[in-house]
Structures are given as C-alpha cells and as structure tokens.
C-alpha cells in the first residue's frame, strides 16, 4: 500500500486534476461546507454517502443496501477516477467506500480532508474541565463491523489497537463494552497533533480515565494528519501478533481512521470494534490545512 499526501494552507495550494465521481457525506460545520463544495467544483457527479449502525445499512443516493455487500452501491460508478471525501464522511463510511472500490477493481483512490483550525469548546469555570471538548452529540455501544466482526471469546487470544484523541469517555467505554484487558491494547496517540498543544490535552483526557501503568509498554506516537504513519503502526502490530487476532477501534482523528480504514482494506480478517459517534454541529468554527492523500491499492 502507498499513501501520498499533499497539503496546503487551502484548496487552492492543492495540485489536483479533475475526478469523475465524488463521495460526500453529511456536512456539520465549515470546514464540512468548505469541502464539499471543493468536491462539487472538481468532480463531474457528486453522490450522498451514509452508514446506518442500527439497520446496518448503507445509503447512496438516497438506494439503501446492505453494509455487508458495500460494492453493490458502486455499480453504476465507472473506473473514471474517485474522490472520498473524508472531512464529512465518517471513519466505517470511509472503510465501506474503500472496500467497495477495492472490490470493484480500482487500483487506488482520492481522499480529501480539512483540518480544524479550532474545535468547540464548552465555557466552564472549572480549572478540571479546561480540556473538555464537545465533538458528538450521541455515540452508540462498541459494536463490531459487518464485514470485519471479530468475536470476543475469554479464550481467544486478541491484540486490540486504539487510536486516542480528545475524548478519553470512550476508551473508558471501549475496555467495559468489550471486556478487552488493557494489557492487551496499544494505544495510538496523534504526534505531532495538529496544532502545538492539542497531544497534552489527549495525553490529559485519555490518562484521566485510564492509570499511565496501564498503558506502559503499548504506546505508539504518529502524526495527527498522516494516515501513512498509522497505516505504518498497524502494520507493525500486526506482524507482532504471533497467532493472535487483531482488532482496530479509531477514536482518534480522521487521518488515523484513512490510514485504519487502508490497512483493513489490504487485511479484511482483522476486527473492526467501532461506536459510531453522531458528530455534534458546528464542532469546529474555521479550516485549517488542507490535504489531499492519493491511496494505491
């Protein structure tokens, strides 16, 4: 797998050439807007993506399907060149997109992202909520993925990755829902983060819920806005696995969810174990950098 990556401080720095299909998703803020409409301008057909985890169901172009058949979405899609747009597609949207073109028989794939420049903060006086961050409205339980369900036996050896960001709540939840033990997950933390300072309120907010001896011995560091670096530690897990199985929960950022969603792409045995999180509106207020990753299968 080869992952390019080309970034700007906007869409116009950008050296593109004109797509054949767009996939979008649902926009929640500017950053969301600003992208789509990137998509629009440089794409000759735009379609509507959404995933349904109650009804594990995939909507295209208002056509429901089958989460466990992705591709059959993808049937009146050419082989012309395809952009995901991953600022306001979500991380199994993603996955399921990539699948379906794997599967299709493309050779790789376009994924847009903008950054935020700043995420919502809620206004509380508390010196202990200074790192709070409201990012989801509702997150549903950890549930596996059809297509990449892995079972969760006593008996049953497994190594779970997880990929950290702001939200330390639902690591918290991820070791209760699963009954995974810590010992046997590695965390991933996104540095360098975005901006200077935003990998201490991680560090911070993950460590509130779980002790630093828990995690001793299974963190991994790479960039917050490099899907290669987190294609390039799950790969090194996995090869480490020794006969274990292997699962992958992306709760961290987006980029780490292009670079998870590639590697399952390449291995469909490793487990997905994910809790759909409903993105709050207006989470971010202005657009950061701008990057373009061109995946190759």
Request: negative net charge; contains cysteine.
């Amino acid at each position: 797998m080869k992952i390019g990556n080309q970034a700007g401080a906007n869409a116009s720095e950008l050296h593109i050439s004109r797509w054949g299909h767009a996939i979008v998703g649902e926009s929640v803020d500017p950053r969301g807007t600003a992208a789509t409409e990137f998509a629009k301008s440089n794409a000759d057909a735009v379609h509507r993506f959404c995933y349904d985890p109650k009804k594990l169901t995939i909507e295209f172009d208002g056509a429901s399907y089958s989460a466990e058949e992705p591709e059959k979405a993808f049937t009146e899609i050419g082989d012309t060149p395809a952009l995901l747009e991953a600022t306001t597609l979500g991380f199994v949207e993603i996955l399921l997109c990539c699948k379906a073109l794997k599967q299709a028989g493309r050779t790789g794939v376009s994924l847009l992202y903008a950054e935020p420049l700043n995420y919502f903060r809620p206004r509380r006086s508390q010196i202990v909520h200074r790192r709070d961050f409201e990012l989801s409205e509702e997150v549903e339980e950890f549930t596996a993925l059809p297509g990449n369900a892995i079972l969760l036996l006593p008996d049953r050896p497994i190594k779970a990755v997880v990929f950290l960001g702001f939200e330390g709540q639902r690591l918290n939840r991820f070791l209760e829902q699963t009954g995974i033990s810590p010992s046997k997950v590695e965390y991933v933390f996104g540095v360098p983060a975005f901006r200077p300072g935003w990998e201490m309120d991680a560090f911070a907010n993950n460590l509130q819920v779980r002790s630093g001896g828990e995690m001793a011995g299974h963190v991994h560091f790479c960039g917050a806005n490099s899907p290669a670096s987190a294609y390039a530690v799950l790969d090194r897990v996995y090869r480490s696995c020794d006969g274990q199985r292997c699962s992958v929960t992306p709760v961290g950022t987006k980029p780490h969810g292009i670079g998870a969603a590639l590697f399952i792409c390449e291995h469909p045995e490793v487990g997905v174990i994910y809790d759909n999180p409903k993105r709050k509106k207006e989470r971010s207020d202005k657009v950061g950098a701008w990057h373009l990753f061109e995946a190759v299968f």
